[in-house]
């Protein structure tokens, strides 16, 4: 879920927060409103490029049962594509 927020306290930078659609949350500082802004753009722009943590996952899954195969484990393990 998308989500950002800009705020400034008097003789403070912006600090800008933001979420990205996979839920990872980052923050930064900026001299200008404008900085911000597109940082936060720049963030969402860019998260499709990010390597998926349920991909990341499935292929550890596929890992170990190919590491079991190999050592001829009795577990079976189902395995769909």
């Known amino acids: 879920m998308r989500d950002f927020n800009i705020t400034r ?10 979420t990205d659609s996979n839920g990872n949350k980052y923050q930064n500082y900026f001299e200008h409103a404008y900085e911000a802004n597109e940082w936060i753009y720049y963030i969402w722009e860019n998260e499709d490029k990010q390597t998926n943590s349920d991909e990341l996952l499935s292929n550890a899954i596929k890992n170990c049962v190919e590491l079991d195969k190999k050592n001829n484990n009795l577990r079976d393990i189902l395995w769909r594509n």
Do not use: F, S
């Open 9 to 18: 306290k008097e003789g403070e930078w912006y600090n800008a927060q933001v």
